[in-house]
């Protein structure tokens, strides 16, 4: 299966584009930004896990 560079590039600028906003939102906000920055410096780690945890495909 051939892939385009945007279907290859989608994920990585997503969360990076998150990775952003949630360091911004840390340093500029207080109250509900607090939040806002956990959940999205959060998102990244949680993709991270969910890919390195998850098991390989059996093979046969």
Do not use: F, K
Request: hydrophobic share 60%; glycine share 10%; no cysteine.
């Amino acid at each position: 299966m051939i892939r385009t560079r945007a279907q290859i590039w989608r994920m990585p600028l997503l969360l990076a584009v998150l990775t952003a906003i949630g360091l911004v939102a840390a340093l500029l906000g207080d109250g509900v930004w607090d939040l806002v920055s956990a959940v999205t410096l959060g998102a990244p780690v949680a993709v991270g896990a969910w890919h390195g945890l998850r098991r390989a495909p059996a093979r046969r």
